[in-house]
């Protein structure tokens, strides 16, 4: 079955951690998306890749990293500079970077700071 | 103002009416418009794009409206399963790529 995964499904991590978020697609997309979503509030960008070894940053990049080294995969990184890391992480993917394509989502990783 | 707002009810509807909910977007030149369904703590799915003339899938009908700057979507025959949230999504590439989505209004279908 061809989809997007991500893994774990729940992360928890100490304050002042990295940790990194997986996300694969076998769909065969040149475009990747990470977004977090926050109870009450829509989908915020955080990265997009268009193709491989390349991507820019969205709306609120401060204190993530990504990095895009194979088509099927773009895992995001959650530093310790980010202030406030608790939420629901989704990846999505698309056929290409074009405003009129849809996008499609993985099943998300809660990750929760203690 | 938010770039893109919903109302985000919640609508409490019984099983067999007719609902409708508009998201309104402020960015002019905004391209393409999406509508997603989301299950609580499940990622969004894509429901249907907008296209300019309106668009309907089954019971389903999505439109845009660019001079009011809105896109709406009508459930016809709501069902229990239609219960969920639903967001909106709004493109654009002027100036770069831009996705935004709306926080979602939540529908309950009752029996």
């Known amino acids: 079955d061809g989809g997007i995964t991500q893994s774990p499904k729940y992360l928890f991590r100490k304050e002042g951690q990295n940790v990194t978020l997986s996300c694969e697609q076998n769909?065969?997309?040149?475009?990747m998306y990470w977004y977090r979503q926050d109870p009450g509030q829509g989908l915020r960008l955080i990265y997009y890749s268009q193709i491989v070894n390349d991507f820019q940053k969205g709306d609120i990049a401060e204190g993530y990293s990504v990095s895009r080294e194979k088509k099927e995969s773009f895992p995001l990184t959650v530093t310790s500079a980010q202030k406030n890391p608790t939420a629901f992480y989704l990846c999505?993917?698309?056929?290409?970077?074009?405003?009129?394509?849809?996008?499609?989502f993985g099943p998300g990783t809660r990750l929760t700071v203690l | 103002r938010k770039e893109v707002e919903q109302d985000p009810g919640p609508f409490n509807v019984p099983e067999g009416a007719t609902v409708a909910f508009n998201c309104t977007y402020s960015?002019?030149?905004?391209?393409?418009f999406f509508w997603y369904r989301q299950d609580c703590r499940k990622e969004p799915k894509l429901l249907m794009s907008?296209?300019?003339s309106g668009n309907e899938d089954g019971r389903f009908t999505a439109q845009l409206n660019r001079a009011s700057q809105y896109i709406s979507l009508l459930i016809r025959d709501s069902k229990l399963s239609d219960s969920a949230t639903y967001l909106c999504a709004v493109n654009t590439n002027t100036g770069g790529f831009k996705t935004i989505f709306g926080a979602g209004t939540r529908l309950f279908v009752k029996a």
């Open positions: 960015n002019s030149a905004s391209q393409s």
């Open positions: 769909l065969n997309h040149d475009a």
């Open positions: 907008v296209y300019s």
């Open positions: 999505a993917s698309s056929i290409r970077l074009a405003v009129n394509n849809e996008q499609f």
